[in-house]
C-alpha cells in the first residue's frame, strides 16, 4: 500500500500492533470493547460497499449478485459430494479439504463464543441471526466487491488478474480501490477494515481460550486473555518468519479429523438435551407466555385445562395459589 515492499519487519511489526489492540479489547471484556469494536467494523464495512455499489457499476454488480447466487445453489450439490476421483484433486486437497478442517478445527472457539453472546436466545434466532443473515451479507459482500474488480477488469482500466499473480490479493485490493475515488479515503478505510476483522477475531478467540483455561468461566481471568492474546501474536509472528500458513496445512487437517466424531457426538447430545426440554419451550412465543401467566396465576383448577388441551401432564398447584372461589362462598 505504502510501497514499502514485503519486509518482514514491518509485518511483525504490525502485529506486534493489532496484538496490543486485541488484548486491551478482549481484556476490556465482551459487553465493552468486543463489543464496540464489532459494531465499528460493521458501520465501516457498510460505508465500504455502499460507496462501492453507488459509485461503481450498480447494475453490473446486481446482476453478478444474481447470477452468482444462482450458480453458487445449482452447484452446491455437486460440489459438495466431489472427491477428485477423475482430476482435480490437487485443488480439493488445497482449498475444500484444508478449509474444511480449518472451520472444524475452529469450532470449539467459534462456539463457545457464539453461545457466550447468543445466551438467553431461542433456536429460531440463533440459526437465523448466525447462519441465514451472515450468509446473505456475505453474498452481498462478495458480490460488490468482486463486482467492482471484475468492472475493471473487462473494462480494461486495469489488469487486475496481473497484479493479482504479481502482487497477491492484498495488491489487487488497493488496485480496484484506486479506480473509484476518492481513493485515498477508500484505501484507508480499507485498511481500518483489515485491522478491525483481524482484532474482533482474534480478541473473540483469546477471550474463548482463557474460558476453556478455566473449565467454561464466562468471565476468565485478565491474565489469562492477555497471555492467550500475546501467545497468538507471537505465534502469526513465527509463522510469518518460517514461510506463512504452509506449514500449518497439514496438522490442521490432521488434528480436525478425529475432532469430526467430537461433533458428532455433540449433535447426538444436542438432540437429547433438547428431547428433555419441558414442553413449554416448544410452544410459540405468545401461547408459552399464556401457559406460564395460567400456571403461575390462575386458580389450582384452572391450571389442569390450559396444559390439557396441548397434550402435557397438568402441571401441580404452587405452594401459594389461592383456593378456587367456589370453595369460598
Known amino acids: 500500500m505504502f510501497g514499502s515492499g514485503n519486509s518482514k519487519w514491518i509485518t511483525v ?13 478482549a481484556v476490556s471484556g ?23 455499489f453507488v459509485v461503481g457499476p450498480t447494475v453490473f454488480i446486481m446482476s453478478t449478485f444474481t447470477e452468482s447466487l444462482g450458480g453458487y445453489l445449482t452447484h452446491l450439490p455437486a460440489m459438495s459430494f466431489r472427491t477428485g476421483a477423475f482430476g482435480g484433486d490437487a485443488f480439493i486437497s488445497g482449498w475444500t479439504i484444508f478449509y ?23 433456536i429460531r434466532q440463533f440459526v437465523v441471526y448466525v447462519i441465514a443473515v451472515p450468509s446473505l451479507v456475505s453474498f452481498v459482500w462478495f458480490s460488490i466487491m468482486a463486482g467492482s474488480a471484475f468492472d475493471v477488469q473487462l473494462s480494461g482500466a486495469t489488469d487486475t488478474g496481473a497484479v493479482l499473480a504479481d502482487e497477491g490479493t492484498e495488491g489487487a485490493l488497493f488496485t480496484m480501490l484506486r479506480e473509484y475515488p476518492p481513493a485515498s479515503i477508500t484505501v484507508v478505510l480499507a485498511v481500518f477494515l483489515i ?36 501467545a497468538r ?11 506463512g500458513l504452509g506449514a500449518l496445512q497439514t496438522p490442521v487437517i490432521i488434528v480436525a479429523g478425529p475432532f469430526m466424531l467430537i461433533i458428532v457426538a455433540m449433535c447426538v447430545s ?24 395460567a400456571q403461575k396465576y390462575d386458580p389450582a383448577e384452572h391450571q389442569t385445562v390450559v396444559p390439557a388441551t396441548l397434550g402435557a401432564e397438568p402441571a401441580p398447584a404452587p405452594e401459594d395459589a389461592q383456593p378456587p372461589i367456589d370453595s369460598l362462598s
Open 13 to 25: 511489526a504490525v502485529i506486534a500492533v493489532l496484538t496490543s489492540c486485541f488484548v486491551a479489547s
Open 30 to 52: 465482551v459487553e465493552k470493547g468486543v463489543q464496540f469494536l464489532s459494531n465499528a467494523n460493521a458501520m465501516a464495512a457498510v460505508v465500504l460497499v455502499f460507496f462501492l
Open 100 to 122: 474444511w478442517a480449518w472451520w472444524v478445527s475452529w469450532t470449539p472457539f467459534v462456539g463457545m463464543f457464539i453461545a457466550r453472546i447468543s445466551k438467553g436466545r431461542t
Open 195 to 230: 485491522a478491525i476483522f483481524f482484532i474482533t477475531g482474534a480478541d473473540s478467540a483469546s477471550i474463548v481460550m482463557g474460558m476453556l483455561s478455566q473449565h467454561g468461566e464466562e468471565v476468565p481471568m485478565r491474565w489469562l486473555v492477555v497471555f492467550w492474546g500475546v
Open 233 to 243: 501474536g507471537a505465534v502469526a509472528s513465527i509463522l510469518l518468519w518460517s514461510g
Open 270 to 293: 444436542l438432540m437429547k438435551s433438547l428431547r428433555a426440554e419441558p414442553y413449554e419451550s416448544t410452544l410459540p412465543t405468545r401461547v408459552r407466555r399464556a401457559v406460564l401467566h
